[in-house]
Structures are given as structure tokens and as C-alpha cells.
């Protein structure tokens, strides 16, 4: 990406224009967030109701007293409302506390310490481990492969999905123990994974005999219009092709209901979920039993979710068309930048000049905006084009937003034309 037909003057001539622009917004003493999908106070308080349950009543359906000890698997009626969500039978899933990336930290080093139920050995008796990182991708899920030294391969993310053909590839690698994968309006780009590559990577053959696909479907039922995606039946599809123990689903309701005080889901085979449930069983007596009942019968049903996702939209598509239309004003006649249209999620992805994206973020950080690093969406913090920026744009207000991303924007502009005048 370069600009198109301006001459160098008309490239000097923009880049004094951008940067008066840009002191203009520093003289507002802007302290703005952009850092990570957080949902706003507005969003949150569509929640408000938890506060007031579940009341004098704390028993669950079964006459559980929510209030003691036990139940690893979680309250049925709660599981009951996101097992379809989750495309598993209720049995098949397990209901835990607030963080659904707990679940996946303690999958990861349970395979580390004991090995999985088809593994040989732990995982972390082999020489070494390896991960399919899809890229761009969730910078979370890096963080946590790289703290216990698992070695990390970034693989292309396409509009359907990862580049199955580089996965075939990377899999005949008996050191390649699993990947990493966000299903349904993924973190950064909004990809969705189709039924046929998720079908195609059930069907794998691989060289580990005990390969995991980790698959994070923190945003199943997020989306921006009224059509609403569903995600691949990736259970369904593993079990079909021979492989039930391949896939392991978590979900949550941080961007559901209260952000820190949610309720996390796990779903797999049965043998993965009593393998879980069996080394779970000596960190934990049992997950907040309360809590879970207050969310079960807050939503009341899969419909009760949808219901109340449907009124997160009405707040989050107006700011993500907001961030849109910015973009394509002040960047789409230059050819500086590319950015997704997602119809789902938490992010907008923006692909910068090549080599550009770390100046922008210092650009924008000393006008006052914070973003996430450049970089983060890959493993290690290393992109190799140095171009891909991650917008979160739920936490602002639409006021706080409209400015963010005009500094964005502007800061992108400066970037591009200082390159530019320097080849």
C-alpha cells in the first residue's frame, strides 16, 4: 500500500497538513482507551438484575444448596441454556467461574504436567512443544503458549479460516501438540470459520496421536446484524472423522453479562471433560455455585441470551459503523490502509503501510489515545510486516470514539507520508 498518484510535494504538503491536525487534537489533552474490547458501562448495566438474584432462594433445580461446597461440573440449568451454544450435549459441558482463559491456562498445563488421555507421556517431557498460532490472532492466547515455553508457529488466517494446507503441513510435525483458534468473529479480523476448513481440520492426520485444537468461541453469539452466524459444529465434525478428543470449546459470558464476574464454559468429549474434571478436582472444590445460579435464571433460556445479545448490539454496531465511515473518510482516497468490515466481535483489524504500524502507536500515544501494541495479534509481539493494528472500539462513548479514531487516522496518514518522503 502506497499512495497513489500524489507527487512528492503533494505528499509534503499532506504530511504538514496532518501534523497541524494532529497538535490541534493534542491541544485537548485527550486521555482515550482503545486498548482492549472491554464493554462499556452502558453495555454492563443491561446486567444490573444479576445484582438482586438469586435472592432468598439459593437452591438450584436439583435441590443443590448453591451456597457449599461442590458440583465441578457446574449447575445443569446453566449449562443447559449454552450447551446449544456451544453445539454439545449438556453433558458434555462444564460450567466454571469468571474467566474462560482459567480454563484454557489449566487445560494447557494439565497436558504439560500429566499429558492428555491419548498422550504417551506429559507434554512436557517431550523435547519440545509446539502450537499453530493463526494470525492475525488473540494476543491473550500467545501470552499464555509463550509462559510456558511453547514454541509458537504462526500460520495465514484467510476469510474462512486458517490456511488448512500449512496446517496439513505443520502437523506431520509430531511435536506440533495443538493450535490455537478463534471460530466465529475472531480476534482481531472478525473471521469466521467455515463449516467446510473446520470439517477439514477435524479430518487431520496427525502425527501427534494426542493434537488439540483449542477453540475459543468467546464471541458465538457477539454479532453486529441481525444475521446471526452460527459456529461450526467443530464436535460433531472431530467425532465423525474418528478424532472426538480433538477439540476442546470454551465460551464465556464476560462480554455477556458483568465482565469480571461472569461464568466461563467448558466443552469437549467425554473422556477429555472427565480427564479435566479429574485433575480440576485438586485446585478446586467447586465453582460459585451463586453466581451461576444468578446467571441461570437472569438469562433463563439459549433464547434469554440472544435476547439479551440483540440489545448489546443495538449499542456496539452503531460505534463499530462509526469507526467504518472514519476510516474510509479520512483514509480510503490514499491507499494507505485496509481495514475488515466485521459483521461480529469485539474488533475492527487495520493493515497500515508496511513497516508503519509501531510509529503509529507512538504517534497516537503521545496524542493522548492508547492502543494495544503493534504487533500484539502475532506471537511474541512480532509482526513481520509491521502493519497490523488492533481497534477496540466498545469502551468509548461515540464522542470519545469519533475523536480516537481521527487521531487514528491522522496518525496513520503522518506515518505513511514520513516513509514515503524518506525512500
Known amino acids: 500500500m502506497s499512495f497513489e498518484n500524489q507527487t512528492r510535494d503533494q505528499i509534503q504538503t499532506l504530511l504538514a497538513e496532518q ?20 464493554p462499556s458501562a452502558e453495555q454492563l448495566d443491561l446486567s444490573m438484575a444479576l445484582l438482586d438474584l438469586p435472592g432468598e432462594d439459593y437452591r438450584a433445580a436439583d435441590g443443590t444448596d448453591t451456597r457449599n461446597y461442590g458440583g465441578l461440573l457446574g449447575l445443569k440449568e446453566l449449562r443447559e441454556i449454552f450447551a446449544p451454544i456451544l453445539r454439545a450435549p449438556v453433558e458434555q459441558v462444564v460450567a466454571g467461574d469468571n474467566a474462560s482463559l482459567a480454563m484454557m491456562h489449566d487445560n494447557l498445563v494439565f497436558a504439560l504436567l500429566h499429558g492428555t488421555v491419548d498422550s504417551p507421556r506429559p507434554w512436557g517431557e517431550e523435547e519440545t ?12 492466547h500467545f501470552a499464555l503458549t509463550e509462559a510456558y515455553g511453547i514454541e509458537m508457529i504462526p500460520v495465514d488466517l484467510h476469510d474462512d479460516g486458517p490456511d488448512v494446507a500449512a496446517v496439513r503441513e505443520l502437523v506431520k510435525d ?24 473446520a470439517a477439514d481440520l ?43 478428543d480433538r477439540p476442546i470449546c470454551f465460551a464465556s459470558t464476560s462480554k455477556i453479562t458483568f465482565a469480571g464476574s461472569g461464568v466461563c464454559f467448558l466443552a469437549s468429549s467425554p473422556a477429555n471433560v ?46 463499530f459503523a462509526q469507526v467504518i465511515s472514519i476510516l474510509a473518510d479520512r483514509l480510503g482516497g490514499h491507499g494507505v490502509a485496509q481495514w475488515t468490515e466485521p459483521r461480529g466481535g469485539y474488533f475492527v483489524s487495520l493493515d497500515v503501510v508496511d513497516g508503519t504500524a509501531s510509529r503509529v ?19 511474541h509481539g512480532n509482526d513481520p510486516r509491521n502493519r497490523n493494528i488492533r481497534i477496540a472500539p466498545s469502551y468509548p462513548t461515540r464522542a470519545d470514539l469519533e475523536i480516537a479514531i481521527d487521531v487514528l487516522a491522522t496518525c496513520v496518514l503522518i506515518a505513511a507520508a514520513e516513509q514515503s518522503l524518506a525512500s
Open 174 to 197: 509430531p511435536q506440533v501438540k495443538g493450535m490455537w483458534l478463534v471460530p466465529t468473529h475472531g480476534n482481531p479480523t472478525g473471521v469466521v470459520v467455515s463449516e467446510a476448513v
Open 274 to 319: 472427565a480427564w479435566y474434571l479429574k485433575h480440576l478436582g485438586k485446585r478446586t472444590i467447586g465453582p460459585d455455585k451463586v453466581n451461576q445460579l444468578r446467571h441461570a435464571r437472569f438469562l433463563r433460556d439459549t433464547e434469554g441470551v440472544h435476547q439479551l445479545m440483540a440489545r448489546h448490539r443495538e449499542i456496539l454496531a452503531p460505534k
Open 361 to 379: 502507536i507512538e504517534l497516537t500515544r503521545d496524542a493522548g489515545v492508547a492502543m494495544t501494541p503493534a504487533g500484539a495479534a502475532f506471537p
Open 202 to 244: 477435524a479430518a487431520l492426520e496427525t502425527a501427534a496421536p494426542d493434537f488439540r485444537i483449542f477453540w475459543d468461541n468467546a464471541y458465538a453469539v457477539h454479532h453486529l446484524d441481525q444475521e446471526e452466524t452460527k459456529s461450526a459444529d467443530i464436535l460433531g465434525l472431530c467425532a465423525a472423522s474418528g478424532h472426538p
Open 129 to 140: 512443544v509446539k502450537f499453530i498460532c493463526p494470525v492475525p490472532g488473540y494476543d491473550r
Open 19 to 38: 501534523r497541524a491536525h494532529l497538535e490541534d487534537l493534542k491541544g485537548r489533552g485527550l486521555s482515550l482507551d482503545l486498548t482492549r474490547g472491554k
